[in-house]
């Protein structure tokens, strides 16, 4: 077994002081190396945690001396003629990064992401470990790991260990409700008037749908760990069974925004529960912590949960279809927000979350395999229940994935989930994986003819600021300074502005917080005066006739839907038309 001890002695330094104890056989001949995880399961990017890292030693247990070591790489250590011997190995660790897979240290809590702090012993990563946690009389602790004795929790493994986020404070608020006959906790970190009885009610509903939908549920239990703020915030991150969501502003969690919010990230986390921690891609069995682990499904993953997330809110009936259809138009205005979907399919933009996936990277350069992959996932789901009389959905292809793959252990390939999606739908869906998963084809037409298949449509409306949609680009105000944003490719701005491009005036009048409007009078040409690095230029802008860009997109019922498409509806979502 591995010993881990997570103590600190000033909290307002942030630092925390890790121990590591292990038992080195006698017959090992190699090194005794230990490594850093360099990324986090749920965000598919290198962050090389030990920047964190502090003042790293190694002893002999029995006689306390130094043991020498020679540091192998940024975050791996290796101890030479460790055979025999008990080694201990200490750090500090700074936790001061309060997101959902972050960790924080102050004097109200110790909140724990154990993959950013923890180092696993190579060839050891399937050995028991046990987490013993130097924290204050009357804390509790909130985590998905059972506790042997008081402060100390026990993992199968370090993949399991470094999967249990946790929190230990004075003031955590813990309720627990039942679905499928199975305990779920909600655990709360911070100053929030919640409604308890409406909260357990909405999560309870959504959960038994989610339950019923797989037929079985991975985990013996599951803890929300909810970190709600004082200020602003908005993150959640999957873990084996729990969740870590931060939100705030905490006084305002049961107003209608924010608690939407909750409750779509909370039913989009324990949707993971079976959608990437159990049914798991191949190229993950097992994780390696310190390299990249290269996926090209990602939009399955991701895409496939971002859909379900916010549908079985409607499904379950916590949300109305209404509701429903305000985030699917969100996901549709962040999808259409630029041309990077003409650029990068959804395989390629699964590899390239590595590269840049988590920041806005270059203009038009890539796809969102969140927002795409929910979108491509609705045009599946929709399209198997067409062609089956919605007797077969994605559901079926789910619930496949589960039974082959995540009740196995198995990891899956793009070649699995092809063969079930056209086993579910009884043809071959080559043209569908074509177009939208390894090509970059519009969605906007095929996504119409299957919405009105449910009664539905997709609308396409003009986009509201005169500079986008008749000349192509966006602008944003820096410092009173009003600077080109974005650009659409092939617009009249294309060929006249570029990027920071700071606009002064049009047809000789100043722009001050005004762009709009001095767009507005239906000239077809403007003269506009740009500063472009710190020279004066002017350029001419012109209409384009009939051609317009960054058009809005949304999703609404029909004014009349036949028989076949109101049926559809209530079978699709679960209400009547």
Known sequence: MIHYRVSYANPLTFYLQIEITMDVAT???????????????GRYELQNFAQKIQKVEFFDAASD????????TKDRWAVPNAAGRTVVVRYNFYAHQMDAGGSWLDESQLYLNPVQALMYVEGRQEEACELTLAIPRGWQIACGLPQTSPNVLAAQNFDQ?????????????HQEYEAGGLPFHVWVQGEADVNWPQLLADFKAFSEVQLEMFGGFPVADYHFLNQFLPYKH???????????????PAELIMSEGLYKELLGVSCHELFHTWNIKSIRPAEMQPYDYSRENYFRTCFIAEGITTYYGEYLLARSRVHTPEQYFEELNTVLRKHFDDAGSENLSLADASMDLWLDGYKSGVPDRK??????????????????RQLSGHARSLDDVMRRLYEEFGKTGIGYTEADYIRLVNE?????????????IYGTAPLTESLDKVLHTVGCELLVGENGSASESVFGFRTVVKNERTEVSAIWPNSPAAAALTIDDEIIAVNGRRVDMNLQSLFNDAAGEYE????????????????????????????RKLDKAGPAQREGFGKWLGWDF
């Open 528 to 555: 506009v005066s740009v500063f472009r690095q710190s020279r004066l230029l002017t350029v001419s802008l012109k209409a384009m006739p009939g051609v317009s860009f960054g058009q809005r997109y949304a999703v």
């Open 234 to 248: 908005y993150h959640g991150v999957e873990h084996h069974n729990s969740t870590v969501i931060v939100l705030g």
């Open 424 to 436: 579910v739908a009884g043809r071959d869906m080559h043209a569908y994986f074509d177009k939208f």
């Open 65 to 72: 001396q130094p043991l020498p070591y020679r540091k192998l």
């Open 161 to 173: 260990l470094a999967d249990a986020p946790l929190i230990a404070s004075p003031t955590l608020v």
């Open 27 to 41: 017959d090992v001949a190699e090194p005794l190396e230990l490594q850093l995880p360099a990324w986090r399961p």
């Open 367 to 384: 796809v969102s395999v969140y927002h795409k992959g929910a979108l491509a996932a609705l045009i599946l789901d929709l399209t198997l």
